[in-house]
């Protein structure tokens, strides 16, 4: 359990370069659909209107009228924050790092079932975990809510990678069978 503790950071710090690469660079346009900026702007100018931060389904109710407008479109699932934020604010790094680090240990607990097994096999469970928990939270978006498929894999396929380097990590350096140095 030790080796896992100490395992962490060094597995939280490679996902937490290779997030950077994936969402920190202008590689993560690939992900997104661009809109000129004059009607950015005109969105931004309009998402005043919501009340308060959260996630709206537009347009959302259980009338027959909403249920008509849903159908006939378009239709909007908008994460908001009425009062912005920085684009490149320190404590959201520091609050991503700490994330990182709790799924990176919680892998690492799956890891230390299997610490007999071989390297080969530690890298495949930490791949198929990876893959499992990509393929049900970002792939749900476009299955269930009609969202782009676009921007689902590419978070898909970044965030595969990103938590598999992190599992490799440790089940390379720190994670052992009993009795391996």
Known sequence: MLRLLV????????MFLLGFVFYGT????????KAPLATQLAVQQALKALPESGTY?????DTPGATTAYGNGPVAQIQYNSGGFA???????????????V????LGCILLTTAAASFGARV???????????????????VWYHTDWHNAVYTAVADFIVLTAGGVVLAR????????S
């Open 26 to 33: 202008p590689l993560q346009m690939l992900g997104w659909t």
């Open 7 to 14: 395992g962490t950071l060094p597995a939280a710090a490679v």
């Open 124 to 142: 495949r469970l930490v791949a198929g975990v990876a893959a499992t928990a990509v393929v049900y939270l970002h792939l749900a978006g476009p």
């Open 57 to 61: 389904v537009i347009p959302s109710g």
């Open 103 to 106: 799924s990176v240990f919680l």
């Open 173 to 180: 350096w720190f994670i052992r069978a009993p009795g391996q």
């Open 87 to 101: 684009m490149v604010d320190p404590k959201v790094f520091a609050g991503g790092f700490v994330q990182m680090a």
